[in-house]
């Protein structure tokens, strides 16, 4: 329950996807869990791990999301917090998910704290747009997904110090793929 005391606001279906359309300046996403189980991703995941190739238009819907933000001069950034060596999810993601992105215009940069101790950051993954709104997404242990929760009047200068925190830790995707 949010600390003041009010019910929390979880978000779903439209009105999670009502952030990335409405977002006006920036969106940016911290990453802290090694592994993911996102229903949706089962099967492209398990193709991977297969060693299929990769299905041709392989996250369209969501490079059109990145290059119309991109077009309309809005920044999405992720740092990605890693720790070698890379689990099958995140090689996934280095593999098949994260060129795209990144060729679509999304700034996805990498931390790499397998040879260093965490500079700060928290063990939260979250969303903040416009430097304003914060959106935690919460799993459970396997990497599933419980929910992603509002939150309600966050202390946004600990947001934005955990994301500068990050990206000063970092360095671009393209940078740590080489």
């Not at 965490?118 to 416009?130: A, K, R, S």
Request: with cysteine.
């Amino acid at each position: 329950m949010p600390v003041d005391g009010s019910e929390p606001v979880f978000l779903d279906g439209d009105d999670w996807k009502a952030y990335f359309r409405n977002f006006k300046q920036s969106a940016f996403r911290l990453e802290v869990h090694q592994v993911y189980t996102m229903p949706g991703e089962a099967e492209t995941f398990s193709s991977f791990l297969a060693g299929e190739p990769k299905p041709d238009g392989f996250n369209g819907t969501w490079h059109q999301t990145i290059r119309g933000h991109a077009a309309a001069g809005r920044t999405m950034t992720r740092a990605k917090v890693v720790r070698r060596p890379l689990t099958d999810y995140s090689r996934y993601l280095f593999e098949w998910c994260l060129p795209g992105n990144v060729d679509a215009g999304e700034n996805y940069r990498i931390v790499d704290l397998t040879d260093k101790d965490n500079p700060g950051l928290p063990e939260q993954d979250f969303w903040m747009f416009d430097e304003t709104t914060v959106v935690h997404l919460n799993y459970r242990p396997d990497g599933t997904q419980i929910n992603r929760e509002l939150i309600q009047s966050p202390n946004i200068e600990k947001y934005l110090a955990w994301r500068d925190l990050a990206l000063s830790n970092s360095i671009p995707f393209s940078g740590y793929r080489a």
